[in-house]
Nanobody
Framework: QVQLVESGGGLVQPGGSLRLSCAASGRTYGSYAMGWFRQAPGKEREFVAGIVRSGGTTYYHDSVKGRFTISRDNAKNTAYLQMNNLKSEDTAVYYC?????????????????WGQGTQVTVSS
């Protein structure tokens, strides 16, 4: 079991930026694909971005393409989500997760364990 701790959320104005971090502990972090998800009030948890084990391939939900960048540092057991040009519709609790497969499963229902998440609020 990999333990996950998300951080870096906060209140930001539209057009602003935030960088989220996901610290993983437990089993060998580098053996997992990583992903970020988010859940807005009254909505289902949705996939945001994913990155393969080596970090060589990334993929994104259409709504964040060109604005968000996922990355990872396997030496630090940490994944990141750089969020630029934030919009009010990005307001949500953001979660990370891991997948032993080559790609992160994009359906939130595939996962039994979640960290506590980090709140991102985009508002003027």
């Amino acid at each position: 079991q990999v333990q996950l701790v998300e951080s870096g959320g906060g209140l930001v104005q539209p057009g602003g930026s935030l960088r989220l971090s996901c610290a993983a502990s437990g089993r060998t972090y580098g053996s997992y694909a990583m992903g970020w998800f988010r859940q807005a009030p009254g909505k289902e948890r949705e996939f945001v971005a994913g990155i393969v084990r080596s970090g060589g391939t990334t993929y994104y939900h259409d709504s964040v393409k060109g604005r968000f960048t996922i990355s990872r540092d396997n030496a630090k057991n940490t994944a990141y989500l750089q969020m630029n040009n934030l919009k009010s519709e990005d307001t949500a609790v953001y979660y990370c997760n891991v997948d032993p497969g080559p790609l992160i499963a994009t359906r939130a229902s595939e996962y039994d364990y979640w960290g506590q998440g980090t709140q991102v609020t985009v508002s003027s």
